[in-house]
């Protein structure tokens, strides 16, 4: 069963764009969505997370976008950047049972100069 | 650096051997996770200690993967028997149980080549 899907699997951008990821979950019981960024050869980093009880996080150029009743929330990267091309995953856990990420697919981003 | 330490980052072995890898996570954190990764996935959770207790199995560990965490330290995974479906990479994670942020700090991995 796959809990946490997104969309979509690949993303070019000329750089200056701004991509949007788009994530939905199914467990209610969730309460952290993460944001992960992997570079090739890397393990995933943490670029920015969000709680339930709020319906937009920003920090930098990264933004995510929250809405619960519809069991959705999105990154928007604003200003893109060559750098910025990386594989993004969106990830749902219960933090009050062991905070188990479950992950999506992910995304493979591409800016282009 | 003070990072989540994967050992080794690539093991290549034939199909029916046995594998181990080392996880050394951040010192202070006391939770640590496994997940595998196959080209094109997301992570996908294999199991999770606090401590030294295991406390959860994805129903994906199959009984040919067993893990350690003797000391409430490091950790082992080990692979017997090697199948060609097992290549992969294994990404550990730690993390601190009660910090505000949850984020889990990922290791760069070690991959495994079954031939």
């Known amino acids: 069963q796959q809990q946490v899907k997104q969309s979509p699997q690949s993303l070019i951008v000329q750089k200056g764009g701004i991509p949007i990821i788009n994530c939905a979950y199914e467990n209610t019981a969730f309460d952290y969505f993460p944001w992960y960024q992997q570079f090739p050869g890397k393990g995933p980093a943490l670029l920015i997370a969000?709680?339930?009880?709020?319906s937009e996080k920003k920090e930098g150029r990264f933004t995510i976008s929250f809405n619960k009743s519809a069991k959705q929330f999105s990154l928007h990267i604003m200003d893109s950047q060559p750098g910025d091309s990386a594989t993004y995953f969106c990830a749902a856990s219960k933090t009050h049972a062991g905070n188990m990420l479950t992950f999506g697919g992910g995304t493979r981003l591409m800016v282009k100069p | 650096d003070t990072g989540v330490s994967q050992n080794p980052r690539h093991k290549i072995t034939k199909r029916g051997q046995n594998v181990t890898f080392r996880c050394d996570p951040i010192s202070e954190h006391n939770r640590l996770y496994w997940y595998r990764q196959t080209l094109g996935q997301g992570p996908e959770f294999l199991t999770y200690?606090?401590?030294?207790?295991?406390?959860?199995k994805s129903r994906l560990l199959s009984d040919r993967f067993s893990a350690e965490r003797p000391k409430g330290s490091f950790s082992t995974l080990e692979i017997q028997r090697t199948e060609q479906g097992d290549s992969a990479m294994y990404l550990c994670?730690?993390?601190?149980?009660?910090?505000?942020?949850?984020?889990?700090?990922f290791g760069e991995g070690s991959r495994l080549t079954v031939l």
């Open positions: 969000i709680r339930p009880d709020v």
């Open positions: 994670a730690s993390s601190l149980e009660g910090a505000d942020t949850g984020e889990l700090f």
């Open positions: 200690f606090q401590n030294e207790a295991q406390l959860e």
